[in-house]
């Protein structure tokens, strides 16, 4: 009918976007983009620097203790400056790297499919079943996670998986109310009412109609979660009932440099740093997404490409 | 009328974004005198609002650019005002009414209180503010004004809330009145009161009101002149009766044949087979209670002892108010809600009691088209995904290798292209929408399709469309149709019989001419007249008697 005013002529006719042309709507969000290959740089330095590091970061220098950051004259990997040991801190930094995102990765999944989980059948069933979870997230809510971490690492042993475990349950709360709330509007919406008329399924109802549209808002909580979930191991190292030495984390190297602030700054400065950069990546990435998959915003990345047309 | 009160000469808006430009409006020119009602008639799109948004400075900018033109008023361009000027004009001299008056209430705010607000802004000391605004409220014919004060937008009807948004409006006695679609969101008798209300405070006031409207029975009931706008153009202007009897514009002659209840009655010959039967159905819910009080918790009746039967190939009007009780009509039909009472059989077996294969069966059979297409289609599934879905649900009924012609087909049928197939629902209009949600339920082949105001949320001329598909349809493939509308003149055209309710009660059953001509409960008769209808003729003996 009145085809011309509406946005993107040539955009409309494409079906939906195959992995390339994900690639393609990649490429016109610089930031994205950006965000992307800094994210793919830092998974590999984790998977291959270590073993290529061999003992550089860990070997102490004590010549270059606290050596401050930009004198090329020290070497490359002391361009970031040295810690108290006068160990580099660029190479303790892709040392780090592996168990930091793990940790940090491994709570965010573990939290999310729980807690996303539990959210669909509280808000989808609801009931006495929905009651029940409703109240003991209020219970997680209520008690406070650092000493719910201290307690159950107490008991069970600073161990990696009991780590994530605790940090995984300390976080499910944030999913499951934020999947709840969202699942309770959106299955009073028309479509859902129409698939449940036409005799759709449960099982077909949520994971077609309501699931794609919580995840958006779940894909950007996982990545504010991701930096939350950092610090708060680093937390828990810190008090001793994280990671342990010789392992480190980004987390624990900012924890060290703590007493160092007044005088060499750089020491908890450069792990920090990469805590937000790599948030912030994961941020402007799950943004992109959040636009790429809606059917309705994705003209805002497709423009170029139907000019070109 | 020599004097004018506002004039608005060669006005162009465009809207520049990203994607270009769109024009608004172009050189749209009118003018309202003092005591004359000037009626802007367009559908959704046609740029009717828009003149009347920037005479009020309401046009955001960017995106929005005045090109050309002037506003004058007392001597001033309105399209030249500071900020400052247009804060001394706005409210006091030309003042604005909306569609949705829930949505220009403060909610935390007694209305009391907003109406002495418009007031002390102005101005007026709080004592004489108060009495002002209880005398504005009277003025308005709200019930119990003096007691109703103190309450919150909420506690009141749609009806009474624009009563005290026309109460705001009119606080400080404007010589201009805006009104932008006021009634559209209200019930036909609420309606014919606010607009007989709206005239009074004219005749009161001899102010000049400019009321932007889609609805030509409006235009007709109240309107002295009328410009016709289409695509950001006026393409016809005049008094009333001259465009409504003559009209000489293309466009105007299609909007008017295009309004609904000037089709002779239908005469269908009823089939035996009876495909749906309620007997006696009853819907209680539970009001809020005092949890300390003894004794039963009060409930209210949604539905109140609904009988009545649905033939096969046939259409079955409901019609009723909001509040009557339709919707959860519909719900309990489609089995999404469990009635307090009584049973419902399709076909001899009680719904309620359908389990497994035989309910989806019965789900198959009965399908749904809702009012508002925007919100039915799954904004995130392709066309193709969502007309298809039903055979998803329902294997067996159709192929997987066959889904891909089973969509295009009936994209044909509903009057879109096969191509559309891969588009999204957010790329088609509002009646291109109905008509996808129309495929989504041809694609079980049901008996009946129940329309729950499945043409109310569209314009008129698409309205009509969309009913001839309708009514196309139910020729090829026998369809029964369940057709609830708050808008009679469709009802007329369309339906075979006619169920009223009010208040959950059937209060009278017949076929459309009965109903119609010779209409015996006191309230389908009041229904029927509060109707408007675009035909001056006879308004003019409306007004007489």
């Known amino acids: 009918m009145n085809s011309a005013v509406l946005p993107g002529e040539a955009a409309r006719r494409r079906p939906r976007p195959t992995k390339w042309a994900m690639l393609a709507l990649l490429r016109r969000d610089k930031f994205a983009l950006a965000a992307a290959v800094f994210l793919v740089v830092v998974v590999l330095a984790a998977l291959v620097g270590p073993p290529l590091l061999g003992g550089i970061g860990i070997d102490m220098d004590l010549m270059a203790r606290n050596a401050p950051p930009f004198e090329p004259d020290r070497g490359f990997w002391h361009i970031l400056g040295s810690d108290a040991l006068g160990r580099p801190i660029l190479a303790r930094i892709i040392i780090a790297a592996r168990p930091t995102l793990l940790i940090a990765a491994a709570a965010v999944l573990l939290s999310m499919v ?61 999913y499951l109310r934020t999947t709840r709330a969202e699942v309770l509007e ?30 958006p808002t779940i894909a950007t909580l996982m990545t504010i979660e991701f930096a939350f979930v950092m610090l708060a191991e680093a937390s828990l190292s810190f008090l001793g ?65 139907a000019s070109d047309e | 009328m020599s004097e004018t009160l506002l004039e608005v000469r060669d006005l162009s808006v465009e809207f520049r974004s990203s994607r270009g430009i769109t024009r608004a409006v172009q050189n749209v020119s009118w003018s309202v005198a003092p005591g004359e009602t000037l009626a802007i008639l367009g559908e959704s799109g046609s ?20 090109t050309s033109g002037t506003a004058m008023y007392g001597g001033r361009d309105l399209l030249q005002l500071s900020g400052a000027q247009r804060r001394g004009i706005n409210g006091k001299s030309i003042s604005m009414i909306f569609q949705d008056p829930l949505a220009h209430l403060n909610p935390v705010y007694p209305v009391g209180w907003q109406i002495e607000e418009t007031l002390r802004i102005h101005g007026v000391s709080s004592g ?22 103190g309450d919150y937008p909420h506690q009141f009807s749609g009806g009474q809330r624009q009563r005290i948004m026309i109460a705001m409006a009119v606080a400080l006695r404007p010589d201009l009145l805006i009104a932008d679609e006021p009634t559209t969101a209200l019930d036909v008798t609420v309606q014919a009161r606010i607009l007989d209300l709206l005239k009074e405070l004219q005749r009161e006031s001899g102010m000049g009101m400019v009321l932007i409207t889609h609805d030509l029975g409006v235009v007709a009931q109240v309107a002295d002149r009328v410009v016709v706008m289409k695509d950001g153009q006026v393409v016809e202007g005049g008094a009333v009766g001259d465009v409504f009897r003559r009209p000489a514009h293309p466009y105007t002659r299609k909007l008017l044949s295009a309004v609904p209840g000037q089709e002779p ?23 809020a209670s005092n949890p300390f009080k003894v004794g039963a ?24 108010e909001s509040g009557s009780g339709k919707t959860t009509l519909a719900r309990t039909l489609l089995r999404l809600t469990q009635p307090t009472a009584g049973e419902i059989a399709y076909k001899g077996t009680n719904v309620f009691s359908l389990r497994g294969r035989a309910l989806r069966e019965f789900r198959r059979k009965l399908q749904v088209v809702f009012q508002d297409p925007t919100a039915s289609l799954n904004p995130r599934m392709s066309i193709h995904e969502i007309v298809s879905e039903p055979w998803a649900i329902h294997a067996g009924v159709l192929p997987r290798a066959e889904w891909r012609a089973g969509v295009e087909d009936l994209l044909v049928q509903v009057g879109l292209k096969p191509e559309h197939a891969d588009r999204y629902p957010h790329q088609f209009s509002g009646g291109q929408r109905q008509r996808i949600a129309i495929a989504r339920a041809l694609a079980l082949q049901p008996e009946i399709i129940l329309c729950d105001e499945a043409v109310s949320a569209l314009d008129v001329s698409v309205q009509a469309q969309v009913i001839a598909l309708l009514k196309e349809l139910q020729k090829k493939h026998g369809l029964a149709y369940i057709f609830i509308a708050h808008d009679l003149p469709l009802v007329r055209d369309f339906a075979d019989r006619v169920l009223v309710m009010c208040k959950g009660k059937l209060v009278e059953e017949g076929t459309t001419e009965e109903i119609f001509a010779r209409p015996k409960d006191p309230y389908t008769v009041e229904l029927i007249n509060a109707s408007p209808h675009p035909d001056p003729e006879r308004l003019d003996r409306h007004e007489i008697a």
């Open chain 1, 114 to 174: 729980v807690g996303v989980l539990l959210g669909l059948i509280a808000g989808y069933k609801g009931g006495i079943v929905g009651d029940v979870i409703m109240r003991l997230t209020d219970i997680v809510m209520s008690f406070p996670s650092l000493l719910l971490a201290l307690v159950v690492l107490y008991i069970f042993g600073p161990a990696i998986t009991n780590v994530i475990i605790v940090l995984a349950i300390t976080r499910v709360p944030v």
């Open chain 1, 186 to 215: 959106i299955r009073s919406r028309m479509f859902v009412v129409a698939a449940e008329v036409t005799g759709a399924s449960v099982f077909r109802t949520v994971s077609r109609h309501i699931l794609p549209m919580v995840v």
């Open chain 1, 241 to 305: 009932l994280g990671v342990q030495a010789p392992d480190f984390t980004w987390g624990v190297m900012v924890a060290e440099g703590r007493s160092y602030l007044a005088t060499a700054w750089w020491l908890s400065f450069w792990p920090g740093v990469f805590i937000a950069l790599v948030t912030m990546s994961l941020n402007l990435l799950s943004n992109w997404l959040r636009i790429a998959t809606d059917p309705v915003q994705r003209w805002r990345l497709e423009r170029e490409v």
């Open chain 2, 47 to 66: 740029g009717k609002s828009v003149s009347a948004n920037a005479v009020m400075g309401l046009i955001d900018s960017p995106p929005g650019h005045i």
């Open chain 2, 128 to 149: 004489e503010a108060r009495k002002r605004a209880l005398e504005l409220l009277e003025q308005v014919k709200l019930p119990n004004a003096r007691q109703r004060l």
């Open chain 2, 265 to 287: 009655f239908r005469h269908v010959e009823q089939k035996p087979e009876v495909l749906v039967e309620a007997k006696g159905l009853v819907k209680e819910y539970l009001l």
């Open chain 2, 297 to 320: 918790t009060p409930t209210t009746r949604a539905l109140d002892d609904v009988s009545f039967k649905l033939h096969a190939g046939e259409t079955l009007g409901i019609v009723g």
